[in-house]
């Protein structure tokens, strides 16, 4: 039984949320722009962007969000291929 406290992070507020869900919209349309689907790949193109959504969005939420941006265009590849195999 050790003294020392564990710090609860806290969490962020609903203004918080909503300037990291806009920074992050604002850095996708950057890389929607650029033609990137990686976030992170796309050089210093969408730099600008990438620093804000990175000093605004906690670390998981990016880790998360940059998954699901793959994920999202994963999925619409596979869409239009199936589409297109149905077309035939």
């Given at each position: 039984f050790s003294n020392s406290r564990v710090e609860t992070p806290t969490l962020p507020t609903r203004q918080e949320r909503q300037k990291c869900w806009e920074a992050r919209d604002a850095y996708f349309a950057c890389l929607d722009?650029?033609?990137?689907?990686?976030a992170g790949t796309e050089g210093k193109a969408c730099s600008a962007g990438n620093l804000v959504y990175h000093k605004t969005c906690a670390q998981s939420w990016?880790?998360?969000?940059?998954?699901?941006r793959k994920l999202?265009?994963?999925?619409?590849d596979m869409?239009?291929?199936a589409n297109s195999q149905n077309k035939r």
């Open positions: 722009g650029v033609g990137v689907v990686m990016i880790t998360y969000f940059n998954e699901r999202g265009f994963q999925q619409k869409a239009s291929q």
